[in-house]
């Protein structure tokens, strides 16, 4: 559920001389709370890392294809994949430690 921000949030906010990404950040957090901003940078991270994988599996398929698949490009694919699963399972954990709140209180 999304929360008032004040007008005095809004100064302090302005005060504090935050750049656009940092400012936008800061009222997402007062309006949805910081549980919420997390779980915003998990997905991302996740999302991120997901698109990765991908790249890095598809140029490891073109390598395949035709036969110049090197070490080094097998390295970066379990490394793209390591780092897509971490931010898969730090999701989850942040996901499954979050209190249960039905979709109609959202």
Same mark, same amino acid.
């Given at each position: 559920m999304r929360r008032p921000v004040t007008s005095a949030q809004l100064n302090d906010l302005h005060a504090r001389g935050l750049t656009d990404r940092?400012? +936008? +950040? @800061?009222? *997402? /957090? =007062? @309006?949805?709370? /910081?549980?919420a901003l997390r779980l915003l940078d998990l997905q991302a991270r996740r999302d991120v890392t997901a698109d990765l994988c991908k790249q890095a599996l598809i140029a490891a398929r073109l390598r395949l294809r035709d036969?110049? =698949?090197?070490? *080094?490009? =097998? +390295?970066?694919l379990a490394q793209a994949f390591a780092s897509w699963q971490a931010a898969v399972l730090a999701l989850a954990d942040f996901q499954s430690r979050r209190p249960s709140v039905p979709a109609a209180a959202e």
């Amino acid at each position: 559920m999304r929360r008032p921000v004040t007008s005095a949030q809004l100064n302090d906010l302005h005060a504090r001389g935050l750049t656009d990404r940092q400012f +936008r +950040r @800061e009222v *997402y /957090a =007062l @309006e949805h709370g /910081a549980d919420a901003l997390r779980l915003l940078d998990l997905q991302a991270r996740r999302d991120v890392t997901a698109d990765l994988c991908k790249q890095a599996l598809i140029a490891a398929r073109l390598r395949l294809r035709d036969g110049s =698949l090197q070490p *080094y490009q =097998l +390295r970066t694919l379990a490394q793209a994949f390591a780092s897509w699963q971490a931010a898969v399972l730090a999701l989850a954990d942040f996901q499954s430690r979050r209190p249960s709140v039905p979709a109609a209180a959202e």
